[in-house]
């Protein structure tokens, strides 16, 4: 059996094999609420249970951190009932699946939240520097968006997702938090790298508090932002150790303001060298994603213990036949 069709015992889930279908915004929503064209574009991509686990798109937290129209909602109570559809269809095919819980922070727009974006400091956004510079958040409301990804967390549970992952990447806020790119703080929240992983620390604890000791909690982390001034995987590496320490169960290797990908950069997997390292200093699993299209090159990423699941993002969203293909290559070079 090839690596990346091999299961993988999660937590108290098993998942049956590495591949991932990483979160991927569809903006279907227009309301926020699940609806037939959302869980039908789900249900054709987890077709035949190829996949091993799918991590749907981010969903905002709090009405004042959406990012775009159309994007899904898992911000009330009235959203449990919807995801829970969604859940269940995806989970009748085969694959595990997870929330992604997220706060736009500098990058929501007026036009679409109607009041100014929040962020950890008053700066220019270094992936948009033509938004207009944010509201420094200060303590309370800090405090208030931990309640929201605490209580976002809980609803992926009560909906019956099988593990929640916490978006920090592609510039969101707590991405924002991490990068010293944009956290120019000087409290508890700011300078040193330990400070500005602070509220990651606080929102991963406190969701432990509410979903148990074994339901799985992943992070996306914007490792590496690509810019000078940047983190760094230097940053990277301690960070994920700190987050291993807060309780992360899985952490799932991205760009930081850079974004999802590195311009210029066209090699596959293009992320391995951050995921590679932080892999050699932690005991988690971690998910690589990053241009990968060749089932045998993901296949060799796991051999060469790059990664412990591989994301395959644009070319299933291309192709939802991908999942079933590659099985069939590895198959028949085994």
């Not at 760094?232 to 952490?251: N, P, Q, R, Y």
Request: charged share 25%; proline share 4%; glycine share 8%.
């Amino acid at each position: 059996m090839s690596k990346l069709f091999s299961s993988y015992e999660h937590k108290n889930i098993n998942i049956k094999n590495r591949l991932v279908m990483p979160p991927m915004a569809t903006s279907k929503c227009l309301d926020g609420k699940v609806n037939t064209d959302l869980i039908n574009h789900y249900l054709e991509k987890s077709h035949g249970g190829y996949i091993g686990l799918i991590i749907i798109e981010h969903s905002y937290i709090s009405l004042d951190g959406k990012a775009s129209n159309g994007q899904l909602s898992i911000s009330d109570d009235s959203d449990i009932e919807g995801l829970k559809v969604l859940v269940e269809n995806i989970q009748k095919n085969g694959s595990k699946v997870y929330a992604q819980i997220n706060h736009a922070g500098m990058q929501a727009r007026h036009e679409i939240i109607g009041q100014k974006a929040i962020a950890p400091s008053a700066v220019l956004n270094p992936r948009y520097p033509d938004y207009p510079i944010p509201k420094e958040m200060n303590i309370n409301q800090i405090n208030k968006i931990k309640k929201y990804f605490v209580d976002g967390a809980l609803r992926a549970k009560k909906a019956g997702f099988d593990g929640v992952e916490i978006h920090s990447a592609h510039g969101y806020l707590l991405n924002q938090f991490y990068s010293p790119l944009t956290n120019q703080r000087t409290d508890n929240y700011g300078g040193s790298l330990k400070n500005r992983l602070r509220i990651h620390n606080e929102i991963i604890v406190s969701i432990r508090e509410v979903v148990g000791k074994d339901y799985p909690i992943a992070l996306r982390l914007g490792a590496c932002d690509y810019m000078d001034g940047g983190s760094t995987i230097d940053d990277a590496v301690e960070a994920a150790k700190i987050l291993e320490s807060s309780g992360i169960d899985l952490l799932d290797i991205s760009g930081g303001f850079i974004g999802y990908i590195i311009p210029g950069v066209n090699k596959q997997g293009y992320f391995s060298d951050v995921s590679n390292a932080i892999k050699k200093e932690i005991n988690i699993p971690v998910l690589l994603t990053g241009g990968i299209t060749d089932p045998e090159f993901a296949n060799k990423l796991l051999i060469d213990n790059k990664a412990d699941f591989i994301g395959v993002g644009r070319a299933i969203l291309k192709d939802s036949f991908w999942p079933k293909k590659a099985y069939e290559t590895l198959q028949n070079k085994i």
